[in-house]
Nanobody, 129 residues
Framework: EVQLVESGGGLVQAGGSLRLSCGAS????????IAWFRQAPGKEREGVSC????????YYADSVKGRFTITSDNAKHTVYLQMNSLKPEDTAVYYC??????????????????????WGQGTQVTVSS
């Protein structure tokens, strides 16, 4: 059974940092892409970042480029999202998701919600001004 479990959300002041973790199980972690999406109240779920665990390629949305860093620890089957210089507009529920359609894929563009069949429960990130 595929499982994704997020942790690390919380309340932080603008300019602060948080690190989100996504623990994965039930599939060959090293072969697939893991993405972070976020959804703010009243807004569409958007792809923030993703990483290919097979070749290390990554993607970042323009809104987070230079502030967020995605990494993967294949030994721990965990993907991290280090979020620095947080802004109030980063406030959202953050979800990790796995794309198991194709093994050993290279990241070439933004993640699309419909491509991800497996999702975590989400973790709330709130940035106060």
């Amino acid at each position: 059974e595929v499982q994704l479990v997020e942790s690390g959300g919380g309340l932080v002041q603008a300019g602060g940092s948080l690190r989100l973790s996504c623990g994965a199980s039930g599939f060959t972690f090293d072969d697939y892409v893991i993405a972070w999406f976020r959804q703010a109240p009243g807004k569409e779920r958007e792809g923030v970042s993703c990483i290919s665990n097979s070749d290390g390629t990554t993607y970042y949305a323009d809104s987070v480029k230079g502030r967020f860093t995605i990494t993967s620890d294949n030994a721990k089957h965990t993907v991290y999202l280090q979020m620095n210089s947080l802004k109030p507009e980063d406030t959202a529920v953050y979800y990790c998701a796995a794309d198991l359609r194709q093994a050993k894929a290279t990241i070439r563009r933004a993640p699309r919600r419909y491509e991800y069949d497996y999702w975590g429960q989400g973790t709330q990130v709130t940035v106060s001004s």
